[in-house]
Nanobody, 127 residues
C-alpha cells in the first residue's frame, strides 16, 4: 500500500522561509520514482510547483517559484523536500506531495492515480 505524507506547513510572514518534507512508503522502489510538489487554493486547479527525477538529476519549477524554491530528495530516507524562501502571500495554498510524477521537458504532470498523493500540508503567508 502506497503512503505519501507531507509535513512542514505553517503560518509565516512574507519574506520568510519554510521547508516542506514528504516521505513515501509502499512504492516498488522510491529511488526509481519521480516525485513532485503541487499546490492548490480554493476554487483553483491544482498546479505543479516543482518536481524531481528519480535520481535527482532533473528538476523543474513553475515560473512563479523559480529562484525562490528548491526541491531535493534523499533516496536513503524515501524523502523529498521543498525549501521555500522569500515567501509571498500568493504562495498561500495547500501543498501536496505526489509520487510517480510524469516529467515532460520544463514541466511535470499530476499522477492520475489517487494512491500517489498525500493529504497535503497548509502553507499560509501573511503580508
Amino acid at each position: 500500500q502506497v503512503q505519501v505524507m507531507e509535513s512542514g506547513g505553517d503560518l509565516v510572514q512574507a519574506g520568510g522561509s519554510l521547508r516542506l518534507s514528504c516521505t513515501a512508503s509502499g512504492l516498488t522502489d522510491f529511488g526509481f520514482t519521480n516525485m513532485g510538489w503541487f499546490r492548490q487554493t480554493p476554487g483553483k486547479e491544482r498546479e505543479a510547483v516543482s518536481c524531481i527525477s528519480r535520481e535527482g538529476s532533473v528538476t523543474v519549477y513553475s515560473n512563479s517559484v523559480k529562484g525562490r524554491f528548491t526541491i531535493s530528495r534523499d533516496n536513503t530516507r524515501n524523502s523529498v523536500y521543498l525549501q521555500m524562501n522569500s515567501l509571498k502571500p500568493e504562495d498561500t495554498a495547500m501543498y501536496y506531495c505526489a509520487a510517480s510524477v510524469p516529467l515532460g521537458g520544463i514541466t511535470c504532470y499530476p499522477p492520475r492515480d489517487d494512491k500517489y498523493w498525500g493529504r497535503g500540508t497548509q502553507v499560509t503567508v501573511s503580508s
